[in-house]
Antibody, heavy 117, light 107 residues
Framework: EVQLVESGGVVVQPGGSLRLSCAAS????????MHWVRQVPGKGLERVSL????????FYADSVKGRFTISRDNSKNSLYLQMNRLRSEDSALYFC??????????WGQGTPVIVSS | EIVMTQSPATLSVSPGERATLSCRAS??????LAWYQQKIGQAPRLLIY???TRATGVPARFSGRGSGTEFTLTISSLQYEDFAVYYC??????????FGQGTKLEI
């Protein structure tokens, strides 16, 4: 069974930094492109970033470009999102997501990030 | 960026009734359209991909149709567990995939 378990979400002050982690199991992690998708409570879904299986290609939404960095450690079956210079509009539930052939097919339960003073 | 527009925003129906949700793309996405179901406090769950293919374990009462810019998700006979928010997503324009704003299905 595919499992994605996010962690690292907390309350942080504007301008602060945070690192999210995602532990993957139940599939061959290094075969898949992985994503971070976020959702403001009661709102829709927004793609944040993705990284290919080998880390050779990364993509960022314009809203986070230059502030967030996605990475992975295939030896640990783990995905990360380093979030710097956080803003109030970054407050959301962050999901770790697996992609299969361009299709987002499995989601973690999410970890909440609250940016507030 | 391809904009996905869902309608209606909220759909009120009764258990046992049929529900039809719509999704429109601002430009053609072929058949690269997925539907997700999200219940309160849960992660989205993939229901339909390729516009009409049910994901593993999805009941046959869920069906998807459409291509190009117009898509529908139909739930033939609503069960209580189907009341949730449904999102469409295009993945034709990778990595610039986009989601609709969601349709809330309520009793």
């Amino acid at each position: 069974e595919v499992q994605l378990v996010e962690s690292g979400g907390v309350v942080v002050q504007p301008g602060g930094s945070l690192r999210l982690s995602c532990a993957a199991s139940g599939f061959t992690f290094n075969d898949y492109t992985m994503h971070w998708v976020r959702q403001v409570p009661g709102k829709g879904l927004e793609r944040v970033s993705l990284i290919t299986w080998d880390g050779g290609y990364t993509f960022y939404a314009d809203s986070v470009k230059g502030r967030f960095t996605i990475s992975r450690d295939n030896s640990k079956n783990s995905l990360y999102l380093q979030m710097n210079r956080l803003r109030s509009e970054d407050s959301a539930l962050y999901f770790c997501v697996r992609e299969r052939g361009r299709l987002v097919d499995h989601w973690g339960q999410g970890t909440p990030v609250i940016v507030s003073s | 960026e391809i904009v996905m527009t869902q309608s209606p925003a909220t759909l009120s129906v009764s258990p046992g009734e049929r529900a039809t949700l719509s999704c429109r793309a601002s430009q053609s996405v072929g058949s690269t359209l997925a539907w997700y179901q999200q219940k309160i406090g849960q992660a989205p769950r993939l229901l339909i991909y390729g516009a009409s293919t049910r994901a593993t374990g999805v009941p046959a009462r869920f069906s998807g149709r459409g291509s190009g810019t117009e898509f529908t998700l139909t739930i033939s006979s609503l069960q209580y567990e189907d009341f949730a928010v449904y999102y469409c997503q295009q993945y034709n324009d990778w990595p610039m995939y986009t989601f609709g704003q969601g349709t809330k299905l309520e009793i």
